[in-house]
């Protein structure tokens, strides 16, 4: 008796290997919407920054997750899983630009505040579970 089928481990590999990439295409895009070196704050030790981006991470996890499961195929899943990203980006822009127009809130977390990070990074996550359960149509 076969327990695991050769094409369900390749299918498996290729969702593995779809979801990872989405998820580093994911964080690269948010790097791009800062103006300082997320990478190079979180070996200095801030916390805030670490925050905001690992909120981001899971967010997006989240996305990915529900768009697997309700996805039809994997180029289905990746389609999808690219408008998660966006959207994600999207309402982050949303959070900062418009619904806190006068706090610099990626100067703040630079700065440290470990306050605005953990508010983005609950914002995040917030909007990775909407987004989510946007998918489940």
Not at 50 to 58: D, E, F, M, S, V
Not at 59 to 81: E, H, K, P, Q, R
Not at 111 to 128: D, H, M, Y
Request: charged content about 10%; proline content about 1%.
């Amino acid at each position: 008796m076969q327990i695991i089928t050769s094409d369900a481990l390749l299918s498996f590999l290729a969702h593995v290997g779809t979801g990872l990439g989405l998820m580093l295409l994911g964080i690269t895009v948010f790097a791009f919407t800062t103006k300082f070196s997320e990478a190079k704050l979180i070996k200095e030790g801030n916390t805030a920054v670490a925050l905001k981006l690992w909120g981001k991470a899971i967010g997006l996890a989240i996305v990915i997750y529900t768009v697997w499961a309700n996805s039809l195929n994997l180029l289905d899943a990746f389609i999808w899983g690219l408008i998660g990203i966006a959207t994600q980006v999207i309402a982050y822009w949303i959070i900062e630009y418009v619904l806190t127009p006068r706090t610099n809130l990626a100067k703040k977390v630079e700065e440290g505040n470990i306050a605005i990070g953990f508010s983005l990074f609950s914002a995040s996550i917030v909007v990775g579970l909407v987004v989510a359960a946007s998918l489940t149509y």
